[in-house]
């Protein structure tokens, strides 16, 4: 089972800062299979990266997601008031699908 | 529009069992493989399978395999999720979600169903 470790656990930043939120795996991610999600409180989560890099529909281009291999990140250029939630790295090119831990996004 | 439309919540007494519906439309129900993940409260997510909804094919998370089925219903596209023996720590909410790629089993989720919480307590 590949572990996805995400760090840091909780991000305090203001308004209009920029994120950098890291996740690695114990083995390397198969064909980049490597998605993000936000998650806000009482809703599921909603699709943001996949294939490590590409964004999904109607994600604005402040998202983008890079890496290959054991490490990955997702970045928000300028955060927006919209965008303090948990976000989730998943990998699902080796079965079982795994999920990292999260890393919320707090205002600071 | 694209969605899925889970069942309410349920509570049950350790032991028993639960079934959770995942109501699909706006697409080809058969075309996409299909996922289900639980998240405890407060926790993170966890994958517990797959159905193919074309054949009816599945593969379980390993610690949940026995007590855990994954069927669907073309008539009605619908896919379920049983959960049986039910222990407080399967206390949870439960998420149906699509493979956003048509026929692919590998793939990111792109449609999540709303949710459906059960709670496990005698």
């Known amino acids: 089972e590949i572990v996805l470790t995400q760090s840091p656990g909780t991000l305090s930043l203001s308004p209009g800062e920029r994120a950098t939120l890291s996740c690695r795996a114990s083995q390397s991610v198969s064909s980049s299979y490597l998605a993000w999600y936000q998650q806000k409180p009482g809703q599921a989560p909603r699709l943001l990266i996949y294939g490590a890099s590409s964004r999904a529909t109607g994600i604005p281009d402040r998202f983008s997601g890079s890496g290959s291999g054991t490490d990955f990140t997702l970045t928000i250029s300028r955060l927006e008031p919209e965008d303090f939630a948990v976000y989730y790295c998943?990998?699902?090119?080796?079965?079982?699908?795994?999920f990292g831990q999260g890393t919320k996004v707090e205002i600071k | 529009q694209v969605q899925l439309v889970q069942s309410g919540a349920e509570v049950k007494k350790p032991g028993a069992s639960v079934k959770v519906s995942c109501k699909a439309s706006?697409?080809?129900?058969?075309?996409?493989?299909m996922h289900w993940v639980r998240q405890a409260p407060g926790q993170g997510l966890e994958w517990m399978g797959i159905i193919n909804p074309s054949g009816g094919s599945t593969s379980y998370a390993q610690k949940l395999q026995g007590r855990v089925t994954m069927t669907r219903d073309t008539s009605t596209s619908t896919v379920y999720m049983e959960l049986s023996s039910l222990r407080s720590e399967d206390t949870a909410v439960y998420y149906c979600?699509?493979?956003?790629?048509?026929?692919?089993?590998?793939?990111?989720?792109?449609?999540w169903g709303q949710g459906t919480m059960v709670t496990v307590s005698s």
């Open positions: 998943q990998q699902y090119g080796s079965s079982p699908v795994t």
């Open positions: 706006g697409y080809t129900f058969t075309s996409y493989y």
């Open positions: 979600a699509r493979v956003w790629r048509d026929g692919y089993p590998k793939g990111a989720f792109d449609i």
